[in-house]
């Protein structure tokens, strides 16, 4: 069976250096180097901390901050691939539908409130498909309350 991403795509948040996205339990950053450029991982930087990550190309910064919330520091990787783009994977603390980060930096890389919502409205529907293993919720649509991670449902 296929990862829920990878059957129902991402939604992503565009910036001036790449994007980032999540799903319940983690936070990607991809950084576009540029077409051309020539570079190596020697020349890339990048410390994660529990609250804080930075990144520097070539000893110039492209984000550092503290993070939206709290991420496990010791489970985050970092890749330079195709020598153009720098993949950060953040393992979140707080892993519920209920986390989802309206900005990847406090008060930077924030999301427009369309995104947010298609934001939420992934993660809610990838904590039914961990609630629900035997059925697809990949393709599906959803309305009504989403945000906030949905409905507390009985259990």
């Known amino acids: 069976m296929a990862h829920f991403d990878e059957r129902s795509g991402i939604v992503s948040c565009k910036t001036e250096w790449g994007s980032w996205w999540q799903t319940i339990e983690e936070v990607f ?9 020539v570079l ?45 783009y720098v993949r950060i994977c953040l393992s ?3 892993d519920t539908a209920a986390h989802c980060w309206p900005s990847l930096l406090v008060g930077q890389f924030k999301v427009d409130p369309a995104t947010f919502d ?24 959803m309305t009504g309350n989403y945000q906030g991670g949905g409905p507390e449902l009985p259990g």
């Open 40 to 84: 190596s991982a020697k020349e890339i930087k990048c410390t994660i901390k529990s609250k804080s990550i930075a990144l520097f190309i070539k000893g110039v910064t492209v984000f550092e901050g503290e993070l939206f919330e709290h991420v496990h520091a010791d489970e985050a990787v970092w890749t330079f691939e195709d020598k153009r």
């Open 92 to 94: 979140k603390a707080h």
């Open 118 to 141: 298609g934001m939420q409205k992934k993660l809610t529907l990838q904590r039914f498909q961990f609630e629900n293993p035997g059925m697809d919720f990949s393709g599906a649509e």
């Open 29 to 37: 950053i991809e950084v576009d180097a540029g077409v051309g450029t």
